[in-house]
């Protein structure tokens, strides 16, 4: 089975930092770009980072500076480290990717919870 799974979410202070993690598994080809997207209660979900398999990578200006996306190939993996976190960076926080294995295909995450506390 083809999935993306998250981790590294939780709980952390104001200011603090948090790096999360998604893993692509099951039998996968290869995979295109990858990306974060997260949604806040009562709010749409919204677009944070996008990285190429080449390592391009494009930001929402508004988290430009404090969130950093990264992936390694080698394990299927992508992560963002975010720094200087605000409480209204609570959210639930969702990979994103384009998996190619007969075809390609977007995937998502089931999403891990992002609290920062003020």
């Known amino acids: 089975q083809v999935q993306l799974v998250e981790s590294g979410g939780g709980l952390v202070q104001a200011g603090g930092s948090l790096r999360l993690s998604c893993a692509a598994s099951?039998?996968?080809?290869?995979?295109?770009?990858m990306g974060w997207y997260r949604q806040a209660p009562g709010k749409q979900r919204e677009f944070i980072a996008r990285i190429t398999s080449g390592g391009n990578t494009d930001y929402a200006d508004s988290l430009k500076g404090r969130f950093t996306i990264s992936r390694d190939n080698a394990k299927n993996t992508v992560y963002l480290q975010m720094n200087s976190l605000k409480p209204e960076d609570t959210a639930v926080y969702y990979c994103?990717?384009?998996?190619?294995?007969?075809?390609?295909?977007?995937?998502w995450g089931q999403g891990t919870q992002v609290t920062v506390s003020s």
């Open positions: 099951g039998s996968i080809f290869g995979i295109n770009a």
């Open positions: 994103n990717a384009f998996l190619v294995t007969n075809t390609v295909r977007n995937y």
